[in-house]
């Protein structure tokens, strides 16, 4: 079993910046991807962005490339999404999830464990 826990979201202006903290408990942390995905009302979950077991290998949705930057801290069991430059379209609850292994990490269906989600409002 896993545990994860989303923190730092919440109600920023347009062109403004959040960092997302995915704090995780409960099995070997570093050993694993990682995945943000988010989900806007009324609209299926999308993948963010993901990072592999070692921080070396990330993906990042053309959506936010050039905005968003994942990353990870073993030591921390924790990580992190940088979000810059928001827009309203980035509104949505976001989630941290782990994967089982590197080649599901754009795939939320195969993911094995989520957290609860935090909401960032982003107003114009």
């Known amino acids: 079993q896993v545990q994860l826990v989303e923190s730092g979201g919440g109600l920023v202006q347009a062109g403004g910046s959040l960092r997302l903290s995915c704090a995780a408990s409960g099995r070997t942390f570093s050993e694993y991807p990682m995945g943000w995905f988010r989900q806007a009302p009324g609209k299926e979950r999308e993948f963010v962005a993901a990072?592999?077991?070692?921080?070396?290998?990330?993906n990042d949705a053309d959506s936010v490339k050039g905005r968003f930057t994942i990353s990870r801290d073993n030591t921390k069991k924790t990580v992190y999404l940088q979000m810059n430059s928001l827009k309203p379209e980035h509104t949505a609850v976001y989630y941290c999830?782990?994967?089982?292994?590197?080649?599901?990490?754009?795939?939320?269906?195969?993911?094995?464990?989520w957290g609860q989600g935090t909401q960032v409002t982003v107003s114009s």
């Open positions: 999830g782990a994967p089982p292994e590197w080649a599901y990490h754009y795939y939320a269906p195969g993911y094995d464990y």
């Open positions: 990072i592999d077991w070692s921080g070396d290998n990330t």
